[in-house]
Nanobody, 130 residues
Framework: QLQLVESGGGLVQPGGSLRLSCAAS????????LGWFRQAPGKEREGVSC????????KYADSVKGRFTISRDNASNTVDLQMNSLKPEDTAVYYC???????????????????????WGQGTQVTVSS
């Protein structure tokens, strides 16, 4: 079974940057659509960004467009999320996600997309606060 492990979360001041990384083991990520979701206290888990299996296409939630960048390296079996200009409302637990279903990529930032995820990482806390 595919295993995903996130790293890179932490505490950062508003306007700062963090880079999240997700490493996969047991299987290659080549055929998987990958994404990052987040869940704030009392809120539903929401799609932040997804990337196609080739890495040629990406999707972003409106709330993070222009600030976050998703990337993948199939050779090292990793997917990263570069987060710049962080805001307090970005505070959440961030989860790496994977699926071989194209619908995960297509519907990534729509309501309920978390149901399309086949594999989750354990999550990493991101806190944006002064």
């Amino acid at each position: 079974q595919l295993q995903l492990v996130e790293s890179g979360g932490g505490l950062v001041q508003p306007g700062g940057s963090l880079r999240l990384s997700c490493a996969a083991s047991r299987f290659t990520l080549d055929y998987y659509y990958l994404g990052w979701f987040r869940q704030a206290p009392g809120k539903e888990r929401e799609g932040v960004s997804c990337i196609s299996n080739s890495g040629s296409s990406t999707k972003y939630a409106d709330s993070v467009k222009g600030r976050f960048t998703i990337s993948r390296d199939n050779a090292s079996n990793t997917v990263d999320l570069q987060m710049n200009s962080l805001k307090p409302e970005d505070t959440a637990v961030y989860y790496c996600a994977a699926s071989r279903n194209f619908l995960l990529f297509r519907l990534c930032v729509t309501k309920g997309a978390s149901k399309l995820v086949g594999y989750w990482g354990q999550g990493t806390q991101v806190t944006v606060s002064s």
